[in-house]
């Protein structure tokens, strides 16, 4: 049998974690729910209580083949990583990664263009338990070594960065944090381990709000924290003392949506930079953050490190105000107004992301806009936003 690491991504997602022993010879691992297992005597219920397999069947929170086939194929899309442990949302991820890493007194460096949900953690619970967040420029690359101090515990990325889409130099920053011995975690909700193997590329630990491109159909919260051999263990401890998991349902959609993810991403990916290419000859667009594009702080970057683009990129308006933002986004037929984004259906967002900063301050010539577009036909999107590019104009001239 050939290992993981001789396949193609695309060939992984389509096989990963579709153990016979799990499915039975079904294509798709079926929905085994559970609380209750049942044992065949003392001696066995003993048994099962002392040994730590975490494939065999113990009790519901432990997981079932559903949840372990998901996991696993998790996994098997980042080479080098030991294990993945899954989460019912992707802030979930994100707070059980720092908990299993930070302990009182420690010290947490923060990219400035995290997400909003990431930085409140930093900023209330972890201050709470006694551990500090500095925040740093998510263009700050090898320079972080200057803002590492006796407690720096950990480095958290986020790469583009959300609502601005800063692309970070990654190999830099945890090639500084391994001669160190600071933990590195990445929040890799945008590119995938299909654009970004961020395990391959050195981070500790990686995450995914899966509700994004995993699920892909916008009807599932969940999340993924993978990481080395060394950050496995304390992960599992630390999630499973605080109960954490995902139901078998969920994790069963999650899988579904997997096994078109390539697919899924490469559409994605390429409608969007066409659309980013078209709104940046826009006279009424001033800036389009599209990592793929020059105009994007990190351009080179990406270019040098990722795989291929996603589907979520920003623009800037030329001047405006909210009353001018809002009659471009409001009468567009084919977006959808709403959070969250990685499903098949495109959608618009205004953004403030000058809301969310503490270190840096990004400047821009009018209000933002955040699309991210779906798998409807490129030319209607376009189409779509001209009028609604017009609808700006006239409100912003009027
Ligand atoms: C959506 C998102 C999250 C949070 O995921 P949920 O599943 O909504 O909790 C985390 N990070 C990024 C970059 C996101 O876009």
């Given at each position: 049998m050939s290992s993981p690491a001789d396949k193609q991504p695309a060939t992984r997602v389509v096989q990963a974690g579709r153990r016979k022993e799990w499915t039975g010879g079904i294509v798709n691992p079926p929905v085994w729910r559970a609380s209750t297992i049942l044992y065949d005597s003392v001696a066995d219920l003993r048994a099962a209580g002392s040994r730590?397999?975490?494939?065999?069947?113990?009790?519901?929170r432990r997981g079932t083949p559903t949840q372990w086939s998901l996991a696993e194929a998790l996994t098997e899309l980042e080479p080098g990583a030991a294990g993945t442990y899954l989460y019912s949302s992707g802030v979930t991820a994100i707070t059980a990664a720092l908990l299993s890493v930070l302990s009182p007194g420690d010290e947490l460096l923060l990219v400035d263009s995290a997400y909003d949900p990431t930085r409140n953690f930093a900023n209330g619970f972890l201050q709470r338990m006694g551990i500090t967040t500095r925040f740093y420029d998510p263009l700050i690359g090898g320079g972080i070594a200057d803002l590492i101090g006796e407690r720096t515990r950990a480095i958290f990325l986020e790469s583009p960065g959300s609502l601005t889409f800063e692309v970070q130099d990654v190999p830099a920053i945890v090639a500084v944090a391994r001669a160190r011995g600071i933990v590195t975690l990445l929040d890799n909700t945008w590119a995938t381990p299909l654009l970004f193997p961020a395990i391959a590329r050195g981070v500790d630990m990686t995450i995914l709000a899966a509700t994004k491109y995993v699920v892909g159909h916008s009807d599932v919260m969940l999340g993924s924290v993978t990481t080395t051999p060394e950050r496995w263990a304390p992960l599992v401890e630390t999630s499973r003392a605080l109960g954490l998991m995902v139901s078998p349902d969920d994790a069963w959609l999650g899988a579904r949506g997997l096994r078109t993810m390539a697919l899924r991403l490469r559409q994605h990916g390429e409608s969007a930079l066409a659309i980013a290419r078209w709104l940046g000859e826009q006279p009424e667009v001033a800036t389009v953050l599209h990592p793929?594009?020059?105009?994007?702080?990190?351009h080179d970057l990406f270019v040098r490190d990722f795989e291929g683009p996603a589907g979520l990129f920003a623009f800037a308006l030329q001047g405006g105000g909210e009353a001018a933002r809002a009659a471009l986004i409001d009468g567009l037929d084919h977006f959808g107004i709403g959070y969250s984004w990685g499903g098949y259906e495109s959608l618009a967002l205004p953004i403030d992301p000058q809301r969310f900063r503490s270190v840096t301050r990004p400047q821009f010539a009018g209000p933002l806009v955040r699309l991210q577009i779906g798998l409807e036909d490129t030319a209607d999107l376009i189409d779509d936003l001209a009028h609604g590019l017009a609808r700006f104009r006239a409100a912003r001239d009027g």
């Open positions: 730590d397999d975490p494939h065999r069947l113990f009790y519901g793929a594009l020059p105009a994007c702080p990190g």
